[in-house]
């Protein structure tokens, strides 16, 4: 650390400012405190402040859980970093509790030495109970022996800043996160114009909100500049990474981008149906608003008619798409089978979650793999893509768009609640950049058969209702090869399940090659998949860093797997696959390639930590 | 007849045979669905739209396999779910003309509640229920038109489950046009597949039908000469609600909320109207011949609402002229920043 002359105090009391590489903070409080949007302005800043970052909000499935409780506790974990980072940080340099319950349900998440700073107007009686918790523990001497404990009147400090405002008690008392996001700007040197300026676009009409969270954020940062307590402030500096146009983007909006881009290329109207379901809701919503891109989203029924719709929608020539999270997923399977069986471009959404049944819908898991190959009846083998990072979503689903209609099948596409609510800078590529595709719809009568194919990709024509002189019937008995027409034949029948698991293994050939990450040999390669890649990245990093004979492959395509993807396992003495599940790709690896693959899987509703990788591999070598 | 080809172009004169299809017919000999399957073929060159223009989307059962017998683009889907596929496709191409085929155990068992979405929706299909009050193609179950005590393979001391009443269940989930026809009546069926196919908006049609081997003569008191006579109240708009044999003319009475069965020629026999958008007095219509009374056959509702399709249209066309944006726009939308 090194240490700087503050130039920023205008005659405020002489701070020290700390210069920092890293720093990873949460925000939390009551779901009712305004924590997700604190911690959303704080990215803003700090991605204004030209820092790599990584978010993670974590808040409860009940929209209005009892106040104060455990149950109620909503939070919002950024790590910014003037270095390439990959996650939202494992430990906690500061953590804001704005009551007793967010206290205990975080704290152990705190460095020692880190900054703890509280609302003690909260610190009551009262909240304890609902806390669970005995005493007061702002009074226990061990606190202040681990953490720089910083009590601060938050409540009353806001009240007393807009004292002269004459608002209603509640109100003033809504504006205390933006105390403590001042605060924060002050404790981390963010500036809070930009802040000031969503301020004003976001309550414009309503004047005396923008005054009052305006005057309660500059309270919160002037209150760090005066208060003796607070000894030093910290600026982490600039991050060198690629010039150009930035933006914060989460999994869900980017899966949506992607989408639009897709349709948009292939010349395709984009349909969407959807039911709603936590945590693939946001991505209905954000579509919902494009209909100038002639965007057509349908809120269904039920899940079963969302993707019935989506494949209706296909049939009629459109790019269909249905979303969902788990449960909703295996409320589809019939219906994918379907898909399967005649033959219809679909992408079918998952957005995971903790599972089984209901499980826990706003924690973060990687459990439903073996449902998205397995989970239908029959042999009905379909390709499956998963995001690793919350901007690739917007790549796989632009890939995941080109490969249904190319091959005239469902494609599972992944992504978790880790992914859809997470965020990082995103440097915005240009719609030129979305690679070539295209849609044919078959219109020559001469010779047609519906299940004539190309013996290249083995698909099928699009044959859409509407073309002259080409109507035919689908439908979900097994059919003819060519003709299309029913067939109990038991060697046709055997003839088209081969088929059509002859047709998705030969994507294999139209995809890349995986990547190692790292020496191409060695002692140890970690496999994975989806949203754990930013962890296994930052742990693979540190230990080659250091010198370790450990490489990362991170699979884009899980179905098929890509050409080399055996020989580059092969190349390693162990592999290690690291998963939030039981251990499911690591069963098809094993099952496929007679790899002795190793396990390491973690099932908390929460995603790995870098830590926790670095002990595993470290294991290992 | 028509000469010229008949694929394309408006104004051609299609026949019947135009839209049969080269599969062999598989229903049971003497199935009511092969009346309605002529019926429909018939009715479609009145139309005048191309034999392309035309989607049929079944689900599972025996009426479902109706798509395959038909010279027009069809689809066969799962179990229950033929609304929502039919919601699909007549939302990305409205110019479709899209027919639902389902049965009883379809629409209403398995698939009640796209049925009943999809008439809320007023989505602009056509929904044809084969209604024989039994499972066929799973050989003779109850279904959730049977009636109580109904023996069955499934049910041998006979069923115990009430049955669900078509009609008012169209009632209740909104639809806009709601009518019943019967498979032997090719007369009627005609005019009533007409209307239906020229009805914006959702229309469902009953077709009370016959399935010969599991539950022959379900309906043939409404069916058959010397019978049908007596029990048959025909809907027609404008026209008292009366009904019966020459030599025994009856009518209907409303009064205090409920029908009532009297002498033709009494005072205030109801007259009736298909553009009960309140739903009430055609619901009582419907439970005439569950209380008793005869089978009403023709129109019970029909009004006009903007279909879905239309309207997600007029949003999709307003929001394009309000708002021009390439997906580089989008990409940029929200806050940005440079690096340097
Ligand atoms: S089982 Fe009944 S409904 Fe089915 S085809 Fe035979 S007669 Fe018709």
New binding site residues.
Partial sequence: MEKMDDNSSNGSPEKEVVEVESVTIRFAGDSGDGMQLTGDRFTSASALAGNDLRTFPDFPAEIRAPIGTLAGVSAFQINFSSEDIHTPGDALDALVAMNPAAFKANIGDLKRGGILIVNTDNFTEKNFQKAEIDSNPLDDEKLRGNYQVFEVNVTDLTRRALEDMDLQSNLADRCKNFFALGLMYWMYTRPMEPTKEWIKQKFGNRSEIVEANTRAMEAGYHFGENTEAMASHYIVPEATYPAGTYRSISGNVAVAYGFIAAARKLGLTLFWGAYPITPASDVLHELSRYKNFGVRTFQAEDEIAAVSSAIGASYAGALGVTCSSGPGIALKGEAIGLAVMTEIPLVVLNVQRAGPSTGMPTKTEQSDLLMSMYGRNGESPVPILAASTPSDCYDVAIEASRIAVKYMTPVMLLSDGYLANGSEPWLIPAEADIPEMKAVFREDPEGFMPYDRDPETLSRPWTIPGTPGLQHRIGGIEKQDGSGNISYEPENHDHMVRLRAEKVAGIAKDIPPVEVMGEDSGKVLVVGWGGTFGAIAAAVEALQARGASVSQVHLRYLNPFPANFEEVMRKFDKVLVPELNLGQLVKVIRSEYVIDAISYSKVQGKPFMVSEHITKIEELL | MATETKTNGVGLKLSRKDFQSDQTVR??PG???YSILAGVQKVLPELGLPREKYVFVGGIG?AARFPYYMNTYGFHTIHGRAPAFATGIKVVNPELSVWVITGDGDALSIGGNHLIHAMRRNIGINILLFN?RVY??TKGQYSPTSQVGTKTKSSPVGSIDYPLHPISLAIGAECTFIARTVDRDQKHMAKILEMAARHEGTSFVEILQN????NDGAWHQYTEKGLKEQNVLYLEEGQPLVYGSEDDRRGILINDFKSEIVSADSPGIAVHREDDEDGAYAHLLSRIEVNGGPMPIGIFRNFQRPPYEAMLEDQVTAAQLQKKMSVDDLLHSGDTWEHK
């Fill in positions: 229903w049971c199935c009511g669905d025996c024989n066929g193609l399935c010969i081997v599991f």
